[in-house]
């Protein structure tokens, strides 16, 4: 009887702590549903960080660029100084040129004398060719500027470089064009120009009785320039 008793205590006893399980788990499984909804697979991507590009550069490429660029110099400047002289040349000897071109045009376009010259302070033809030289009009002969007398400056060329020498046949003071484009005078003139230190590079134009004119070039291929009858252009 006492068996029986204990058997069927026993039992009971199960059934209600089995009971209470099932209930905790229940309850369990609704929190769980309700603050802990299914959540979204996540992906997870790997990341790769990009090699960071060096913006500076070491003393080595420093001392190295220093000496690479030190001897380019070296080898280059020389040959950039003679461009530029040779240059400076060429452009004078354009500047001259379009000179003689315009007062031939005005005194055939005007049948009057025109003249080519520096000028001094009191408008008088001088030698001193390397110093802003001047067109203008001769109307009564005289060689001389005379603006109270109507006479016209049609252009001007600025002085050389300073230490350059520009001559006109030595000790002529000026180019007259007659109305015929002729010149006045019985010979042949020559500009000189000779850049200072480099002889080498000296060019001329020679100015024909008949007006026209031509500037020289190195005929003999021996790095001077020379006249079409071969007399190198010199300053001396």
């Not at 001259?96 to 004398?113: E, F, G, Y």
Request: hydrophobic content about 35%.
């Amino acid at each position: 009887m006492l068996y029986i008793f204990a058997r069927s205590y026993l039992r009971r006893l199960y059934n209600f702590y089995y009971q209470q399980f099932i209930k905790r788990s229940a309850n369990s499984s609704v929190k769980q549903s309700i603050t802990a909804p299914n959540k979204a697979p996540s992906y997870k991507f790997k990341y790769t960080e990009k090699p960071k590009s060096h913006l500076g550069m070491t003393l080595i490429e420093l001392m190295v660029s220093i000496s690479i660029t030190s001897i380019l110099t070296s080898v280059a400047l020389p040959n950039f100084n003679d461009f530029i002289v040779q240059l400076r040349v060429d452009n004078e000897i354009s500047r001259i040129s379009r000179l003689l071109l315009i007062a031939r045009n005005n005194a055939i376009n005007n049948q009057t004398n025109v003249i080519i010259c520096p000028l001094d302070d009191d408008n008088k033809c001088s030698t001193n060719w390397h110093e802003e030289l001047s067109v203008f009009i001769d109307n009564n002969g005289n060689s001389l500027f005379d603006p109270l007398d109507g006479e016209i400056l049609i252009t001007t060329k600025e002085a050389i470089q300073s230490g350059d020498i520009l001559m006109y046949a030595k000790t002529r003071d000026k180019i007259t064009y007659q109305p015929t484009g002729h010149l006045f005078g019985l010979s042949n003139g020559t500009f000189r120009y000779c850049p200072k230190e480099y002889e080498e590079k000296s060019r001329g134009i020679v100015v024909a009785r008949s007006g026209r004119f031509y500037a020289t070039t190195d005929e003999d291929n021996d790095g001077r320039d020379e006249t079409r009858s071969n007399v190198i252009i010199e300053c001396d």
